[in-house]
């Protein structure tokens, strides 16, 4: 199984993959569920306002190694409908944000940093030197293979 790279072991290259921890996010960003809401489409935001189960657990089975995991229904919609909408990435997305999108509509596997470049159409260098920094930002970490 991949685990993040403990920063100070290895300095990721453009070639290094990385993925959304969101154990990480959870535990250093106490708005984690917030930020995730915000980002659902309007049926689903209407959806998870009125329903008792915000805080829901579901079995997941990933469709490529049939692995069955438990995750939180906000961040399951999200990955699976509303990222997957057209303008859920633009142009005007910052950076981060921008990363942290692309890897949620792609079911959060993990994705070199060329693949995010291309992908966003942004300097892969800049891409690199944000995500290999000391501070990780939403929870983006680099995959130890």
């Not at 993040?4 to 072991?9: A, D, I, M, N, R």
């Not at 290259?13 to 569920?33: C, E, G, K, L, Y």
């Not at 399951?76 to 949620?104: D, I, W």
């Amino acid at each position: 199984m991949n685990e993040p790279l403990k920063s100070s072991l290895l300095k990721p290259t453009v070639q290094t993959p990385f993925h959304i921890d969101f154990s990480w996010w959870s535990s250093m960003d106490a708005n984690w569920r917030v930020d995730l809401y915000d980002m659902l489409c309007p049926e689903h935001q209407a959806l998870f306002a009125t329903s008792a189960s915000q805080d829901q657990q579901i079995d997941w089975v990933d469709p490529e190694t049939a692995e069955v995991s438990s995750m939180d229904a906000l961040q399951m919609t999200l990955s699976a409908h509303c990222a997957r909408q057209p303008g859920f990435v633009n142009s005007r997305t910052t950076l981060v944000e921008a990363v942290f999108r692309l890897l949620l509509a792609n079911g959060n596997r993990p994705m070199t940093v060329e693949e995010m470049s291309r992908a966003l159409n942004r300097p892969a260098d800049i891409i690199l030197k944000t995500l290999s920094g000391p501070r990780v930002y939403k929870g983006v970490r680099p995959m130890r293979l």
